[in-house]
């Protein structure tokens, strides 16, 4: 590899931005809810991340977890946080709008692109869920999208390296694309190495036990199925050390 990748880090707390800064991170992706998949963070979240880090800032523009065809109310919501993510001085929104045919929306999509200029736009994994890959790039390239987030279409992004690589090869340069979905450390320089990918999105993660010395366990604030009460997953900086040690040999 004798190129530099972009390492973005999945972040959700003010933590966790600080950690991916300092372990070396080019820029975050700011979400809630990651166990969704991530939806958009609350405007304290992202200006107070933004007041904490120097490095790039996107903000994810997701309403609800879910699948990716909005009402008419959830786009309007989508707009409104699209105005406060840029007043607040995010460099970025990560959006992703589908047709019920499983196409690019692409009329939702140039109305956000518009509106978000002069930011970055990134397309997030709802490309993975697009019936025509290759005319779902086709259409981001055409629209202007600066990047298209990927699995390649499967669980993780090594087991979508094939597509991966067939589409940097499409894109020949028009779009970033970033790499992103089950990306650890004994993967990743493999990933890059065979799809040619320009950047590579990670989390990088750790658990940390709470501080709380009373902890009632027959109590969970979630539904059936549970997350832990009693730890918090947050950014590792050594473990995003190793990462972009790992891509930028």
Do not use: W
Request: proline share 3%; charged share 20%; with cysteine.
């Amino acid at each position: 590899m004798n190129k530099k990748v972009i390492l973005e880090v999945c972040i959700d707390s003010v933590a966790s931005a600080l950690h991916a800064q300092e372990g070396g991170a080019n820029r975050v992706e700011l979400c809630d809810n990651l166990f969704e998949g991530g939806t958009t963070p609350s405007a304290g979240m992202i200006a107070t991340v933004r007041k904490n880090i120097h490095i790039g800032l996107q903000v994810m523009l997701r309403p609800r977890g879910g699948d990716f065809l909005y009402t008419d109310a959830e786009m309007e919501i989508i707009f409104h946080d699209l105005s406060v993510a840029k007043d607040l001085g995010a460099d970025g929104v990560v959006i992703g709008f589908l047709t019920p045919e499983g196409q690019i929306d692409k009329k939702r999509t140039a109305a956000v692109l518009e509106k978000a200029r002069p930011m970055q736009v990134t397309f997030h994994r709802a490309f993975d869920m697009c019936q025509d890959p290759f005319q779902a790039l086709e259409d981001l390239i055409d629209l202007g999208i600066d990047r298209v987030l990927t699995s390649g279409q499967e669980r993780t992004a090594i087991e979508g390296m094939d597509l991966i690589a067939k589409l940097v090869k499409q894109a020949a340069g028009r779009i970033n694309m970033l790499a992103g979905g089950g990306v650890r450390l004994h993967n990743i320089q493999t990933l890059v190495e065979r799809t040619g990918v320009s950047e590579c999105h990670v989390s990088g993660r750790k658990n940390i036990n709470s501080g709380m010395q009373h902890q009632n366990s027959r109590v969970a604030m979630g539904g059936t199925l549970q997350l832990p009460e009693y730890t918090i997953a947050v950014t590792d900086p050594e473990v995003i050390k190793a990462f972009s040690q790992a891509i930028n040999q």
